[in-house]
């Protein structure tokens, strides 16, 4: 069963770069992309961005400035970099696995598992 | 942009009775649709995907249906662990997105 385990530093001062990384343990990185999702305090969820196997990316348009995603195959990580934060980047951050399959001839995506979650708070 | 809109924000049920959470979405998305559950302090969990196939775990009394514009989350006798935040999401494939209904909160009545 694959589980993620994420970890990274929580309190930044404004226009730092938020770093996390999200391990996988008891699946192969082939065949998925792994994904950064965040959560501000009370509010519902925004989608980062997500990286497969071989390092291509996909970037949430409202961040893709800011947003680096990378994959290190050898230690099964990857990892969130968010230049230049403010307190609005302040959330939970979640790691996740995206799947994509065709059911009943409709290609599907959905992300399972997830991490349990690293909150960051930007503040001065 | 495919946006996804959930009703009610709140719902109020009683234990044991049936609970019915709506999301619709601006376009079709024909059934690429899955919905999550989110208790207070943890991570979203899976229950759906597809629009009505569960995951693996997840208990027969939710159900999804829906495909094109509408869909609906069905649980049949709720139990007090189902107390949550229900969220849909839809990934578009061009440009790569991944959406979420904004979420309902279920409440015990």
């Known amino acids: 069963q694959v589980q993620l385990q994420q970890w990274g530093a929580g309190l930044l001062k404004p226009s730092e770069t938020l770093s996390l990384t999200c391990a996988v343990y008891g699946g192969s990185f082939s065949g998925y992309y792994w994904n950064w999702i965040r959560q501000p305090p009370g509010k519902g969820l925004e989608w980062i961005g997500e990286?497969?196997?071989?390092?291509?990316?996909n970037y949430n348009p409202s961040l893709k400035s800011r947003i680096t995603i990378l994959l290190d195959t050898s230690k099964n990580q990857f990892s969130l970099k968010l230049s230049s934060v403010t307190a609005a980047d302040t959330a939970v951050y979640y790691c996740?696995?995206?799947?994509?399959?065709?059911?009943?001839?409709?290609?599907?995506?959905?992300?399972?598992?997830w991490g349990q979650g690293t909150p960051v708070t930007v503040s001065s | 942009e495919i946006v996804m809109t959930q009703s009610p924000a709140t719902l109020s049920v009683s234990l044991g009775e049936r609970a019915t959470l709506s999301c619709r979405a601006s376009?079709?998305?024909?059934?690429?649709l899955a919905w999550y559950q989110q208790k207070p302090g943890q991570a979203p969990r899976l229950l759906i995907y597809g629009a009505s196939t569960r995951a693996t775990g997840i208990p027969a009394r939710f159900s999804g249906s829906g495909s094109g514009t509408e869909f609906t989350l069905t649980i049949s006798s709720l139990q007090s662990e189902d107390f949550a935040v229900y969220y849909c999401?839809?990934?578009?494939?061009?440009?790569?997105?991944?959406?979420f209904g904004q979420g309902t909160k279920l409440e015990i009545k």
């Open positions: 996740a696995r995206g799947i994509k399959t065709a059911i009943r001839g409709v290609i599907t995506n959905w992300l399972e598992p």
């Open positions: 999401q839809h990934y578009n494939h061009w440009p790569p997105l991944y959406t």
């Open positions: 376009q079709s998305v024909s059934s690429s």
């Open positions: 990286i497969n196997h071989s390092g291509s990316t």
